[in-house]
């Protein structure tokens, strides 16, 4: 049975369902550069009309959510692309 938890050196890191989708993504597609608008479309689904900048909120959550338990966060900013991991 698939569960959608997350732990990091033996701690529980707790996600919200949007966190934990982004973080699968991004994991299981190592190295791989994504934009703003495919991570939208691929965790919100097309029929999202909001702000792109939400991405960037949920990259900064997860951010610091490792960095609060001392666990280095492998997502980083690709400048004037988007994100990779």
């Given at each position: 049975m698939l569960t959608r938890t997350v732990t990091a050196n033996g701690?529980?890191?707790h996600l919200?369902?949007?966190?934990?989708?982004?973080?699968v993504?991004?994991?299981?597609?190592?190295?791989?550069?994504?934009?703003?608008e495919f991570l939208?479309?691929?965790?919100?689904?097309?029929?999202?009309?909001?702000n792109l900048r939400?991405?960037?909120t949920?990259?900064?959550?997860?951010?610091e959510k490792f960095k609060s338990l001392?666990?280095?966060s492998d997502i980083n900013t690709v400048w004037g692309v988007g994100y990779n991991e």
């Open positions: 701690q529980e890191i919200t369902p949007k966190e934990f989708d982004l973080l993504l991004m994991s299981q597609n190592a190295g791989q550069v994504f934009t703003r939208l479309e691929e965790v919100w689904g097309v029929d999202y009309f909001g939400i991405v960037d949920l990259i900064k959550r997860l951010r001392n666990i280095p």
